[in-house]
């Protein structure tokens, strides 16, 4: 069983940022893009999110939106899926504690920070949002969701 103490070895192994905003749940800055991911060690799961954008009040075509991501989270996204949360369009994973270790870790949260970066503009662009910058709309409230 991996412990909150085997985890912040992971992410030092990994040479991430993190700061521990609350109990068991770390703000980590990925490696290559820098955007913040969320990983909370919480029972016998490992939680990994990351917010992606806000979804805008309204789609021109909101049918080729939601099947863009399904067909990305078949094709292209490797671990973890997008997904909708309180208005947010979020890609997250869930490993178990039990058999976690370090090379699971680090494809789960690399592939969530691929697929983030690889996939934003095509995703902006079907939702009618201009494309200013991949993490002009992600940030330290990740923490709190």
């Not at 609350?22 to 490696?31: A, F, H, I, P």
């Not at 990305?72 to 309180?86: I, K, M, Q, R, S």
């Not at 090379?103 to 902006?124: F, K, N």
Request: no cysteine; net charge negative; glycine share 6%.
């Amino acid at each position: 069983m991996v412990t909150r103490e085997d985890l912040e070895s992971f992410l030092i192994r990994m040479d991430l940022e993190y700061d521990e905003v609350d109990e068991g749940m770390y703000l980590v800055q990925g490696r290559n893009s820098g955007l913040p991911v969320v990983v909370h060690h919480a029972d016998a799961l490992l939680l990994i999110r990351m917010k992606v954008m806000d979804l805008p009040e309204s789609m021109d075509d909101e049918l080729a939106f939601y099947r863009a991501l399904l067909e990305l989270n078949a094709t292209d996204v490797v671990h973890g899926a997008y997904g909708l949360e309180n208005g947010e369009l979020i890609i997250s994973d869930t490993l178990e504690l039990e058999t976690l270790d370090f090379h699971e870790l680090r494809a789960s949260t690399e592939s969530i920070e691929l697929a983030a970066t690889s996939h934003m503009e095509r995703i902006r662009a079907l939702a009618g949002v201009a494309q200013e910058g991949v993490a002009d709309d992600t940030g330290a409230e990740e923490a709190e969701g």
